[in-house]
């Protein structure tokens, strides 16, 4: 992590019914996010201290507020990711999937506010935030019977509105906040995925996950094990074999994740030194060959499957649902709460290329969940609404 170093001049002491602000060590953000109320405010991997040494050309702070943080007092924490803009002093701050905080409180500028007021005096001229509570929710049910021709998700009436993210958005709004993307189906400007797909684990048996499995689902399991498919939990040494067939799977589905194998085993190296197990990688092997691997992610009460790669032959043995049937009952034997298949295309048109993704996914029988995305703030001071400009110009060059 290339730690962007605030001096003590500079630290934020500003105040809201008490709250301060200042940055805090790995082992006092880690400590907080292990207790009871660090634990209910679910942060996700992007949140984790160690996310920061995954992501090369940023620099990073660790950030925590309550009555006293230094003495490991804290109600929120945050990790901050800050981009150079070139050229200049200033910078882009980000905190993907943060902070870390409670949103539920009606009174965010109490928190809000001391958080902004130090990124802008550590020389972030905007900010972006990615705020935790769920906007809508369609039961995979409730989608399969109605894809169509140009339909997309926000054609359809959602099983649930969250009240909460309801009430966030008007918040941010009113506080000069905007939302990446638009309110529409665009959501192009999001670095994370606005919809992301779940699979409720909290309270259900195996038995109840799977018949949760549609009949496609379950049959493809069963042809897996019957044609000896075996999986296993790889290690390091596995993962250019993960990146060989994540190249393979890129060029077949026609997108392209711009990732190295270096930044994988980066990832592999600092997530499971910071707690050993919390990123596996999962194969799938048929005759001796490994057809498909997939990666999966653990923090606290939740488990993502982050990226799925597989051959091009042999596909009829199905290898990738062996493994993703594997990934959930193993996430559930750990105790998570939701395992969370990350993004979703918005589209439920079967005549789009991308909707296949979320056809596969809707299979386990969960949820779709749009959160709320990513929100951006030009920062007070002179110049900076102008550098903003700049930089999101800068952003679509590139």
């Given at each position: 992590m290339s730690a962007l170093l605030v001096p003590p001049s500079r630290v934020c002491q500003a105040r809201g019914r008490g709250v301060v602000l200042r940055p805090i060590t790995a082992e006092t953000y880690r400590t907080f996010l292990a207790t009871p109320d660090g634990a209910a405010l679910g942060a996700g991997f992007l949140q984790c201290p160690s996310w920061a040494d995954v992501k090369e050309g940023w620099r990073a702070?660790?950030?925590?507020?309550?009555?006293d943080p230094e003495a490991g007092a804290l109600t929120g924490v945050a990790l901050v990711l800050l981009r150079q803009f070139?050229?200049?002093?200033?910078?882009?701050?980000?905190?993907?999937?943060?902070p870390v905080a409670d949103w539920n409180d009606p009174d965010v500028d109490g928190w809000l506010g001391p958080l902004l007021e130090h990124l802008r005096r550590s020389g972030a001229f905007a900010v972006r935030i990615g705020p935790s509570p769920a906007y809508r929710r369609w039961d995979a049910a409730l989608l399969k019977p109605l894809t169509g021709p140009g339909r997309r998700l926000g054609d359809v009436l959602a099983s649930e509105v969250d009240p909460l993210g309801t009430a966030v958005a008007e918040r941010l709004r009113a506080r000069g906040w905007r939302r990446c993307g638009g309110d529409g189906t665009g959501a192009d400007a999001d670095a994370q995925p606005r919809h992301v797909f779940q699979v409720p684990l909290a309270g259900r048996t195996i038995e109840d996950l799977w018949s949760g499995l549609n009949q496609e689902w379950r049959r493809n399991v069963r042809r897996a094990k019957k044609e000896g498919v075996e999986v296993v939990v790889g290690s390091a040494a596995e993962l250019s074999?993960?990146?060989?067939l994540l190249g393979i799977t890129e060029r077949r589905d026609g997108f392209?994740?711009?990732?190295?194998?270096?930044?994988?085993?980066?990832?592999?190296?600092?997530?499971?030194a910071e707690e050993p197990g919390r990123m596996k990688l999962y194969l799938a092997r048929h005759q001796g060959e490994i057809?498909?691997?997939h990666t999966m992610i653990t923090v606290g009460r939740r488990a993502w499957y982050q990226t799925g790669a597989s051959a091009d032959h042999r596909r009829e043995v199905r290898p990738s649902n062996a493994l993703q049937w594997r990934m959930l009952l193993d996430a559930h034997a750990l105790g998570a709460h939701v395992y969370d298949m990350r993004g979703v295309p918005s589209s439920l048109d079967p005549e789009e290329r991308v909707y296949g993704l979320l056809r596969w996914k809707l299979g386990t029988g969960g949820q779709v969940v749009e959160t709320l995305g990513e929100w951006e703030k030009p920062l007070g001071g002179s110049g900076n609404h102008t550098l903003y400009r700049a930089f999101q110009a800068y952003l679509n060059r590139r």
């Amino acid at each position: 992590m290339s730690a962007l170093l605030v001096p003590p001049s500079r630290v934020c002491q500003a105040r809201g019914r008490g709250v301060v602000l200042r940055p805090i060590t790995a082992e006092t953000y880690r400590t907080f996010l292990a207790t009871p109320d660090g634990a209910a405010l679910g942060a996700g991997f992007l949140q984790c201290p160690s996310w920061a040494d995954v992501k090369e050309g940023w620099r990073a702070q660790l950030l925590g507020w309550g009555p006293d943080p230094e003495a490991g007092a804290l109600t929120g924490v945050a990790l901050v990711l800050l981009r150079q803009f070139p050229g200049t002093r200033k910078y882009f701050a980000y905190l993907p999937e943060g902070p870390v905080a409670d949103w539920n409180d009606p009174d965010v500028d109490g928190w809000l506010g001391p958080l902004l007021e130090h990124l802008r005096r550590s020389g972030a001229f905007a900010v972006r935030i990615g705020p935790s509570p769920a906007y809508r929710r369609w039961d995979a049910a409730l989608l399969k019977p109605l894809t169509g021709p140009g339909r997309r998700l926000g054609d359809v009436l959602a099983s649930e509105v969250d009240p909460l993210g309801t009430a966030v958005a008007e918040r941010l709004r009113a506080r000069g906040w905007r939302r990446c993307g638009g309110d529409g189906t665009g959501a192009d400007a999001d670095a994370q995925p606005r919809h992301v797909f779940q699979v409720p684990l909290a309270g259900r048996t195996i038995e109840d996950l799977w018949s949760g499995l549609n009949q496609e689902w379950r049959r493809n399991v069963r042809r897996a094990k019957k044609e000896g498919v075996e999986v296993v939990v790889g290690s390091a040494a596995e993962l250019s074999e993960f990146y060989r067939l994540l190249g393979i799977t890129e060029r077949r589905d026609g997108f392209r994740l711009g990732r190295s194998l270096a930044y994988y085993e980066r990832q592999y190296a600092v997530l499971n030194a910071e707690e050993p197990g919390r990123m596996k990688l999962y194969l799938a092997r048929h005759q001796g060959e490994i057809l498909a691997a997939h990666t999966m992610i653990t923090v606290g009460r939740r488990a993502w499957y982050q990226t799925g790669a597989s051959a091009d032959h042999r596909r009829e043995v199905r290898p990738s649902n062996a493994l993703q049937w594997r990934m959930l009952l193993d996430a559930h034997a750990l105790g998570a709460h939701v395992y969370d298949m990350r993004g979703v295309p918005s589209s439920l048109d079967p005549e789009e290329r991308v909707y296949g993704l979320l056809r596969w996914k809707l299979g386990t029988g969960g949820q779709v969940v749009e959160t709320l995305g990513e929100w951006e703030k030009p920062l007070g001071g002179s110049g900076n609404h102008t550098l903003y400009r700049a930089f999101q110009a800068y952003l679509n060059r590139r």
